[in-house]
């Protein structure tokens, strides 16, 4: 028990440590990518946070077996490389012991994984979907800042807003440059603006006591004193987005023949079932001589994982496409992971020995026997 308890602990710790600072760059380039939409007015900054944090179980799920996988591959690997691992072994612990408790923890990760892909990930879409659809009905005041420019519409017009009172969208000293092809062809200044929205979804800006500076057509700057001055911010009706199947409830995809549907929901379960697998093909893996160190078979560890993930990904694009049947879909490659680490098991152990040998002894008998 004492050594269970101390091969889990030392797992745990390496698998945890590998899936922060993977967490910490995925999230920062989320971060950034976002902060960017939001800079360009196509998303409110007050949103930012939100979505940020929304996209963390997304994130998780595809992190959680590539840190499973290193996790085993650095915790047993600094074992041999410090002589632990052949102490344990001269006390009679076997590899096959190794191997059952990496396994009981992987399926541990795994049952994580699998709520976090069937149902918490779902979830998350969905809830980001609907906070982007709310800033979207909440059309061109969503995205305006006070003391910022900010593009609105289709890019076409700077809008700079020295105060906004949002629960009556109304605006106090508003500036506005409108673009063509050829600059910018007009600049409009006034003293109030009003987002109003019309029957249709488009929403126009009535901007009260002010001036436009335009050019005529002979090139001659001109200005106009208006009253009332309109502006159309946004030209199409806003409508839903049509919602992916990242998005759908687990049950939902189940009750669907659709070959989208049926392929996001064998992505959902391949990410739980490949971490045991992962685990088990790691554990072998690990096994480096002390002058290699600890990391001497990470280059082809990761060449491993990434041939796996990769072919789910294929696999994946073929179902939705309709190339391969549901019932191939992703399970012919989580045989080949199994066989893969049945045969990296059996490698150096007696009974993989007894087993190369009965085949290579079928072989020549085989040979013979046409001779």
């Known amino acids: 028990m004492i050594i269970l308890r101390y091969l889990t602990a030392e797992v745990f710790k390496s698998q945890f440590a590998v899936f922060l600072v993977l967490m910490s760059i995925f999230m920062s380039?989320?971060?950034?990518?976002?902060?960017?939409?939001?800079?360009?007015?196509?998303?409110?900054?007050?949103?930012?946070?939100?979505?940020i944090g929304l996209r963390f179980p997304q994130l998780a799920a595809i992190i959680l077996p590539l840190s499973m996988f290193l996790g085993v591959m650095l915790a047993y690997g600094r074992l041999y490389t410090d002589q632990e691992m052949s102490v344990l072994k001269a006390t009679g612990v076997s590899e096959w012991y190794v191997t059952r408790v990496t396994l009981v923890f992987a399926v541990l990760v795994a049952i994580v994984g699998g709520s976090i892909t069937l149902y918490l990930a779902p979830m998350a879409t969905e809830f980001e979907h609907q906070v982007?659809?709310?800033?979207?009905?909440?059309?061109?005041?969503?995205?305006?800042t006070a003391g910022?420019?900010?593009?609105?519409?289709?890019?076409?017009?700077?809008?700079?807003?020295?105060?906004?009172?949002?629960?009556?969208?109304?605006?106090?000293?508003?500036f506005v440059a409108q673009s063509g092809d050829s600059g910018v062809k007009s600049v409009v200044y006034a003293l109030t603006g009003q987002l109003k929205e019309q029957d249709n979804g488009e929403q126009d800006l009535v901007l009260s006591g002010g001036q436009r500076y335009f050019l005529s057509e002979n090139e001659d700057p001109q200005r106009l004193t208006f009253s009332d001055y309109q502006i159309l911010m946004?030209?199409?009706?806003?409508?839903?987005?049509?919602?992916?199947?990242?998005?759908?409830?687990?049950?939902?995809?189940?009750?669907?023949?659709?070959?989208?549907?049926?392929?996001?929901l064998q992505w959902r379960l391949a990410i739980p079932l490949s971490i045991p697998i992962l685990a088990m093909i790691a554990v072998p893996l690990s096994a480096v001589n002390p002058r290699q160190g600890r990391f001497g078979k990470i280059v082809p560890g990761l060449g491993i994982f990434f041939v796996y993930y990769i072919l789910l990904v294929l696999a994946k694009s073929a179902l939705e496409d309709g190339q391969i049947p549901p019932r191939v879909g992703m399970w012919w490659i989580h045989i080949i992971g199994l066989a893969t680490a049945a045969m990296l098991l059996l490698k150096d152990r007696s009974t993989g020995g007894k087993i190369r040998k009965y085949w290579l002894t079928k072989v020549k008998k085989s040979g013979a026997s046409h001779v």
Not at 29 to 38: E, G, K, M, Y
Request: aromatic share 6%; glycine share 6%; net charge negative.
């Open 148 to 174: 910022r420019f900010t593009k609105a519409g289709d890019g076409d017009s700077v809008v700079f807003v020295h105060e906004i009172e949002r629960n009556q969208a109304q605006m106090k000293k508003v």
């Open 132 to 144: 982007r659809e709310n800033a979207a009905a909440e059309g061109v005041l969503s995205t305006l």
């Open 234 to 264: 946004e030209d199409q009706a806003i409508e839903k987005r049509r919602r992916n199947y990242i998005a759908l409830p687990t049950k939902d995809l189940m009750a669907s023949n659709e070959p989208e549907a049926i392929a996001e």
């Open 29 to 51: 380039q989320t971060f950034v990518r976002i902060l960017a939409s939001a800079a360009e007015g196509k998303i409110p900054g007050y949103l930012v946070a939100s979505i």
